[in-house]
Structures are given as C-alpha cells and as structure tokens.
C-alpha cells in the first residue's frame, strides 16, 4: 500500500519563475492539503482539496494556486515565485469518511534564487 | 488567532532520561490534537492522537500524552528516552470541525546522547 507521494524531491527555479509540485494520495484517500515548511518552523496550512474544489485556505496570496484531479491527485502551482517561497512543501491525504487524521509525503524541496 | 505553543525549541537528553515536551493552544472550542515526529531524512510520522474520550493517549513507540482542558496543553511524554528517538517533534491542532487543517508549532529539536 503505497503512502503519499510527491514529486519532484528537489527543485530549483529563479524568481519570477512559475512552478508545479505534485501530490498522489495514500490509497483510499479522496482529500489533500498542502503546507509550506520554511527552514526551523512548522508547517503552515496553504489549502486544501476534495471533490476537485478548493474548499479550504490558509493565509497565502494568490499566487498560490492549486487542483485536484478525477483520480484524487494533486498540483500546487506557484506563480511569480519570490526568495521568500523557498521551503519545504509537504502534501497531506486523509479520508473524509474517516477521522481527521492526516497522511504526509516526504516533500518536495523548493529553492528559489 | 488559533495557535500552537512549542516552547522547548531544542532539548538534548541522556538515554534513559525522561522525556517531556510541552505544547499549548489558544482555541477555546472543541479540538483534536496530534503529535508528529520527524526523523531525519524522513517524512512527518503520526505518533498519537486525541479525538476525545480518557485524555491520557498513549502512541507508538512508547510514547504517550496527556490532554489538559483546563490548560489548553497536550504535552508529550516518554519515560526512558533511546539514541532512535532523536528528531524533530512537531504539535499540531485542529481546530475547525469539519475540515482537516492543521495548526502546527514551531517543533522541537530532540537530541538524545547514547
């Protein structure tokens, strides 16, 4: 049973570029949210899909956008990216049949200069 | 605002000495609270969870916490901590009923000495 997956594991863009990170729940899953980890701090909740509609978000411009598809997968895009996006940003699955316990990927490493 | 209080940043131990590792909130409502651990090199592990019900839960690796309405605290506890259990502790709540987003604190930095 494969948990959560995210790809890619490193990246680096330059400011101003535009990038796409993304999400394959754990099986079973049909929710997903993002966080973004900044260096020494926790993870910070930048939204969250099911039924491929954003129905929940933190506080992040909208710069930070993102999609769920049919099979329950997930993007994170990021657009006009800044020095300040640098960080690691974590995909979440859970069940909303279920409790509200949450699975988390490895993460995808994001640097941007 | 909601927010999560971690306010041991670091914390280096012996092994076999007991681990506490505090964690407070500011919600006064309802809440489902959630220890993580994070290895190094590895992803964001569950270690235990309080929904509701006896507020002393106990997780994996013989790890347990208490929840403390009163105090707004749900901190972790180990009796005899090992070298394995050095990482990075992170609280999380949720505090909004019917979505999954969570609140994290800021984590602590757990170093054990073999």
């Known amino acids: 049973d494969a948990g959560v997956t995210q790809s890619p594991t490193h990246l680096i863009k330059t400011r101003g570029q535009q990038v796409t990170l993304r999400c394959s729940p754990k099986s079973g899953h049909d929710t997903v949210s993002w966080y973004q980890q900044a260096l020494g701090q926790g993870p910070q909740f930048i939204f969250q899909y099911y039924e491929e509609e954003e129905r929940q978000r933190g506080n992040f411009p909208d710069r930070f956008s993102g999609h769920q598809f049919p099979n329950y997968s997930s993007e994170l895009n990021v657009n006009a990216l800044l020095l300040g996006d640098s960080a690691l940003y974590l995909c979440?699955?859970?069940?909303?049949?279920?409790?509200?316990?949450?699975?988390f990927g490895p993460g995808t490493r994001l640097t941007v200069t | 605002a909601q927010s999560v209080s971690q306010h041991n940043h670091h914390v280096i131990l012996s092994e076999a000495a007991s681990l506490e590792l505090g964690c407070n909130y500011s919600?006064?409502?309802?809440?489902?609270l959630f220890w993580y651990v994070q290895y190094p090199g590895q992803h964001l592990q569950l270690l235990l969870k309080y929904f509701s019900g006896d507020p002393l839960v106990k997780g994996i690796k013989g790890f347990e916490a208490e929840f403390i309405k009163s105090k707004f605290s749900f901190n972790l506890r180990k009796p005899s901590v090992q070298w394995s259990d050095t990482a990075e502790y992170f609280c999380?709540?949720?505090?909004?009923?019917?979505?999954?987003?969570?609140?994290f604190g800021t984590g602590t930095r757990l170093k054990v000495l073999a």
């Open positions: 919600y006064g409502g309802t809440v489902n």
């Open positions: 979440a699955s859970s069940w909303r049949g279920g409790s509200y316990e949450q699975y």
């Open positions: 999380a709540v949720n505090a909004e009923s019917g979505t999954y987003k969570y609140i």
